[in-house]
């Protein structure tokens, strides 16, 4: 078993600034790539950032300079601190996470948090 959780969320005004945190807990071996995803109300889910084990980024070239994504390998833990927000950042966000489970060699399947809810207004 396998949980992901996220933490972090709020209401926020524009120019602010959140921390978001993702914690995974279970059978882990490894994790693999991270990523934080968003979807605002009508829209399509949209990737925001992702993280290799070995810590190599990418951005969607809308948070490029404002958004950071980062993890404790330690703690198994991922972050995306976002500064500067606007409020097109408003939206559920989702963590993911590509997993070894112990025991399953090199098997990687890709879990997901419940999400955490960001709102941009003033």
């Known amino acids: 078993q396998v949980q992901l959780v996220e933490s972090g969320g709020g209401l926020v005004q524009p120019g602010g600034s959140l921390r978001l945190s993702c914690a995974v807990s279970g059978n882990i071996f490894r994790i693999n790539t991270m990523g934080w995803y968003r979807q605002a109300p009508g829209k399509q889910r949209e990737l925001v950032a992702t993280?290799?084990?070995?810590?190599?980024?990418t951005y969607t070239d809308s948070v490029k300079g404002r958004f950071t994504i980062s993890r404790d390998n330690a703690k198994n833990t991922g972050y995306l601190q976002m500064n500067s927000l606007k409020p097109e950042d408003t939206a559920v966000y989702y963590c993911?996470?590509?997993?070894?489970?112990?025991?399953?060699?090199?098997?990687?399947?890709?879990?997901w948090g419940q999400g955490t809810q960001v709102t941009v207004s003033s």
């Open positions: 993911n996470a590509d997993i070894i489970r112990i025991g399953e060699g090199r098997r990687t399947n890709g879990y």
């Open positions: 993280i290799t084990s070995g810590g190599r980024t």
